[in-house]
C-alpha cells in the first residue's frame, strides 16, 4: 500500500491514450476507499483519477465487452487481487489470446504476509512485473509489506481502507495481524 501502483497504472494507461489507442479500465467495485462518487473511478492516494469501470466480476465484463484488439488496444485492471482467481484468470488469457495487452496493478500479499491468489497467478501470465515500494512509517526505508492497524490476528483478511487501517511497513517494523 502507498508505493504508488495505481498511480503507475495510470501513468501507462495515461501514454497508451496518448498514442490514439483505446483501452478498457476496470476496478472491483469493492475499492470504495474514496467514497461513492468515486465507484466509476480509479483514484490514487494523491486523488489523481481516471474514468473506469467498476464491476463485482469480470464475468460481467466479458458479457458487455468484446475485447478484442479491433475493440481495446490495452485493458487495466486495478486492485486485481479483490476478483476472483479463476475468472480472472480466464478472462486475462482469453484477451492475450486475441492479441490484447494487459496492465494490471494489485497487492501481492495480505497484511498477515499471505500472498493474493488472483496476484500470484496474474505475476505468471506476466511478461514483464514491475514491484513498488513504499517506505516504512517507523524508519523511512523500502517497505515490502503492509501493517494492518487496529486488528488484531482473528481479523477478517481484508479490509478496505486507506491510511486510516493500513500502513507500509519494513520486515523490520511489520507486525503480521
Given at each position: 500500500?502507498?508505493?504508488?501502483?495505481?498511480?503507475?497504472?495510470?501513468?501507462?494507461?495515461?501514454?497508451?491514450?496518448?498514442?490514439?489507442?483505446?483501452?478498457?479500465?476496470?476496478?472491483?467495485?469493492?475499492?470504495?476507499?474514496?467514497?461513492?462518487?468515486?465507484?466509476?473511478?480509479?483514484?490514487t492516494?494523491?486523488?489523481?483519477?481516471?474514468?473506469?469501470?467498476?464491476?463485482?466480476?469480470?464475468?460481467?465484463?466479458?458479457?458487455?465487452?468484446?475485447?478484442?484488439?479491433?475493440?481495446?488496444?490495452?485493458?487495466?485492471?486495478?486492485?486485481?487481487?479483490?476478483?476472483?482467481?479463476?475468472?480472472?484468470?480466464?478472462?486475462?488469457?482469453?484477451?492475450?489470446?486475441?492479441g490484447?495487452?494487459?496492465?494490471?496493478?494489485?497487492?501481492?500479499?495480505?497484511?498477515?504476509?499471505?500472498?493474493?491468489?488472483?496476484?500470484?497467478?496474474?505475476l505468471?501470465?506476466?511478461?514483464?512485473?514491475?514491484?513498488i515500494?513504499?517506505?516504512?512509517?517507523?524508519?523511512?526505508?523500502?517497505?515490502?509489506?503492509?501493517?494492518?492497524?487496529?486488528a488484531?490476528?482473528?481479523?477478517?483478511?481484508?479490509?478496505?481502507?486507506?491510511?486510516?487501517?493500513?500502513?507500509?511497513r519494513?520486515?523490520?517494523?511489520?507486525?503480521?495481524?
Amino acid at each position: 500500500m502507498f508505493a504508488g501502483k495505481s498511480s503507475e497504472l495510470l501513468k501507462r494507461l495515461l501514454f497508451i491514450e496518448h498514442g490514439g489507442h483505446k483501452v478498457l479500465v476496470l476496478k472491483p467495485i469493492v475499492d470504495d476507499r474514496y467514497h461513492s462518487e468515486h465507484k466509476d473511478e480509479i483514484v490514487t492516494h494523491n486523488k489523481l483519477r481516471h474514468p473506469a469501470v467498476s464491476v463485482i466480476d469480470l464475468e460481467l465484463v466479458k458479457d458487455n465487452y468484446t475485447i478484442k484488439p479491433y475493440n481495446f488496444h490495452s485493458v487495466f485492471i486495478d486492485e486485481v487481487q479483490f476478483f476472483d482467481t479463476n475468472e480472472t484468470v480466464w478472462f486475462v488469457e482469453e484477451g492475450l489470446r486475441s492479441g490484447v495487452n494487459f496492465a494490471i496493478a494489485g497487492l501481492d500479499q495480505d497484511s498477515r504476509g499471505v500472498p493474493f491468489e488472483t496476484t500470484a497467478r496474474m505475476l505468471s501470465l506476466a511478461d514483464e512485473v514491475v514491484k513498488i515500494k513504499a517506505f516504512c512509517t517507523v524508519c523511512g526505508i523500502d517497505a515490502g509489506k503492509t501493517q494492518r492497524l487496529k486488528a488484531t490476528k482473528n481479523s477478517e483478511r481484508v479490509k478496505i481502507g486507506g491510511a486510516e487501517s493500513y500502513e507500509p511497513r519494513c520486515h523490520e517494523h511489520w507486525e503480521p495481524k
